[in-house]
């Protein structure tokens, strides 16, 4: 039972972050403005005209200051604060300049290794039969760098359409929430709802249509504090199906990025190259609005986050059960809509045109 004074502080915490988004948001804009930081038009984009980006400055900014005052101080905060930090000047330099792809995923690593310098890491695994325990002792470090580098790409490549990335970022937070207070763990729940917040606010200058691009600097931080949240999340329980949750409540910038590696590789096209095959796009193919298209996959991602609140409340076997059912229906799904194959080849020779 969620006591009175814990919900206060949760609803203080996400009204503040909000509020403080929705006022920075007009400035950053201007900033964004005078510094130059504008997504221009091009045959992948599906917007007409030059744009301010760089918006998720707003968003870094009032997260930071709801959550210092909500949560004490400790070593592990100013840690994350600090690779969050490092990440935001990364992406506020991409949103300026193009930064090359290279020195990006450098900045997004060493963001990573400054969490999990600060003991935010995966560090064990769990069977599913019996209670086993396999701590990853060393392999902790490089597979929690690849988790939040990989989370944090996958955010990246959502932010294809206004509002879509801040929608499921705040979709998956308010989740990560309810997950950490099912566990009993305030902590957490406070700093989950702190993004939910800011992401929320982000989106009454994002969602369709758009005055304003959260840019990298917005999708990246995002991705960051969703893994190193999940993190947090995975490492209070001691099942298997705690490593389900985070899968399934990012499903959608997960299996949409796990999609897109499939279906270039069957191309013989190299992984990285850039489509105009994810999700949003076969579902704007399909004759779906630009609004309807983003309601559609919050719709989605909503979904996916229910059932692993679902799976959050079973014993390991029905848990298990639930997120394979899950996955077969995403698989089904993605096959319907064309996503690892036809898309593709319908993108590919759009392009030759």
């Known amino acids: ?185 305030l902590s957490t729940a406070l700093m989950a709802i702190g993004l939910a917040g800011a992401s929320l606010g982000f989106l009454l200058y994002n969602f369709h249509p758009a005055s304003i691009f959260m840019g990298d600097t917005g999708s990246m931080f995002l991705g960051y504090m969703l893994a190193i949240i999940s993190i947090h999340s995975a490492s209070k329980g001691l099942t298997v199906v705690s490593v389900f949750i985070p899968i399934l409540i990012l499903g959608v910038p997960i299996f949409d990025t796990l999609f897109a590696i499939v279906r270039r590789s069957l191309a013989g096209q190299p992984i990285f190259e850039a489509d105009k095959a994810h999700l949003h796009h076969c579902l704007l193919r399909m004759g779906l609005s630009h609004r309807n298209t983003v309601l559609l996959i919050y719709a989605i991602s909503a979904g996916l986050s229910g059932a692993a609140l679902i799976v959050n409340s079973l014993t390991t076997a029905k848990g298990f059960l639930v997120f394979v059912l899950v996955l077969l229906g995403v698989l089904y799904g993605a096959h319907r809509l064309g996503i690892l194959g036809k898309a593709y080849q319908i993108n590919q020779k759009e392009q030759k045109k």
């Open 1 to 185: 039972m969620i006591s009175d004074s814990l919900l206060i502080n949760i609803l203080w915490v996400a009204v503040g972050a909000f509020l403080l988004t929705a006022f920075l948001v007009p400035l950053v804009k201007l900033l964004a403005l005078r510094i130059g930081a504008v997504d221009k038009p091009n045959q992948r984009k599906v917007h007409t005209r030059i744009m301010p980006r760089m918006g998720g400055l707003a968003i870094y900014a009032a997260y930071w200051v709801a959550t210092f005052i909500a949560l004490p101080t400790d070593r592990s905060l100013v840690v994350v604060f600090l690779g969050a930090t490092l990440l935001v000047f990364v992406g506020i330099v991409d949103d300026m300049t193009d930064m090359p792809a290279k020195l990006k995923l450098l900045g997004q690593v060493i963001a990573a290794g400054i969490a999990c310098a600060g003991g935010v890491r995966i560090q064990f695994v769990t069977g599913f039969i019996g209670a086993e325990v396999f701590n990853l002792a060393w392999l902790s470090v490089p597979v929690s760098i690849i988790w939040i580098v990989a989370i944090v790409n996958a955010i990246n490549l959502i932010d294809g359409l206004d509002g879509l990335a801040g929608g499921v970022a705040g979709i998956a937070a308010l989740s990560m929430t309810i997950v950490a207070l099912q566990n009993g763990d």
